[in-house]
């Protein structure tokens, strides 16, 4: 067979490099193994699959078809290629567990635990915060605005309070005036609005204006421990590769994304502006 031909075999174009037959062989060898694979064929598959791999891979001659068979047996052959995709597979695992140990030792997995121990803190912090007890602060409602949404095809009222917007109800707008009473309920810990209590009409109104870490609770302080729990339990698998590096390159956005979402920071720092 020309290298064309064993291209062709490994699903390859010509010019291929050697990573990409060695991938290529590592893929169909674990297709047609005849362990893994019982159909008719399979067997003389895999040995095409290993006798392509040597030849591009390792550079040995090709050999003839009915000079393999006359110095081999079916059985000897398959027994030498299986060898050929155990070395293979050897080769994987050993370049795999270097790049475990490297991970292990270096310092993204130093970094990768300060992130989750921030991860912790912060997710403690956010169950306390919606559990104590809230801050009531008196005010009044500033003014109104009655907003048309072209993509949702609908109008969402608002009021502004302590120099916010929130949506209320329709039906809340037309009953709101300027200057009426509101209780605004916020948190201890972050000052974050939780509740806004008002009543106009005769009807009680209770707003819940939770902002991103809030919504669905308590989902978003769960799905913080999950860098944590990764650590833990450390394997060389894909579960752990996806946490560990989405915990190392986007875990320090997504702190800062929290601290800054709706002036979070700052309000921690300087109170709640009402």
């Known amino acids: 067979m020309t290298s064309t031909e064993y291209n062709r075999i490994l699903g390859l174009g010509p010019g291929a490099s050697k990573p990409e037959i060695k991938r290529a ?3 169909l060898a674990l297709q047609y193994h005849p362990d893994v694979n019982s159909d008719l064929g399979a067997a003389e598959r895999f040995l095409i699959i290993v006798e392509a791999y040597q030849v591009l891979f390792e550079g040995k001659p090709s050999s003839r078809p009915h000079q393999t068979a006359q110095e081999f047996s079916q059985e000897e052959r398959l027994k030498r290629a ?11 695992a050993a370049i795999e567990k270097a790049f475990y140990e490297r991970i292990k030792r270096g310092y993204l997995i130093k970094y990768a635990h ?7 803190v912060l997710a403690l912090l956010t169950i306390l915060n919606y559990f104590l007890p809230y801050q ?20 969402r009222a608002f009021v502004e309070v302590c120099d916010h917007s929130y949506r209320i109800p329709i039906s809340a707008f037309f009953n709101a005036k300027r200057g009426d009473s509101v209780v605004v309920e916020v948190s201890s810990i972050f000052n974050d609005v939780m509740n806004i209590r008002f009543e106009t009409g005769g009807v009680k109104y209770v707003l819940h204006p939770h902002e991103s870490l809030y919504t669905y609770f308590p989902l978003v302080p769960v ?13 060389p698998d894909v579960r752990f590769y996806i946490i560990f590096f989405l915990t190392v390159f986007l875990g320090t956005a997504f702190l800062f994304y929290i601290f800054l979402d709706g002036g979070r920071i700052t309000r921690i720092l300087e109170g709640f502006p009402c």
């Open 25 to 27: 062989f590592r893929r």
């Open 82 to 92: 299986r060898e050929v995709a155990k070395q293979a597979g050897r080769e994987r």
């Open 114 to 120: 300060l992130v989750s121990f921030l991860f912790i």
């Open 136 to 155: 009531e602060n008196p005010t009044v409602i500033k003014s109104k605005a009655m907003h048309y949404f072209y993509h949702l095809q609908e109008d």
């Open 223 to 235: 799905l913080m421990l999950i860098p944590f729990l990764n650590l833990i339990f450390m394997e």
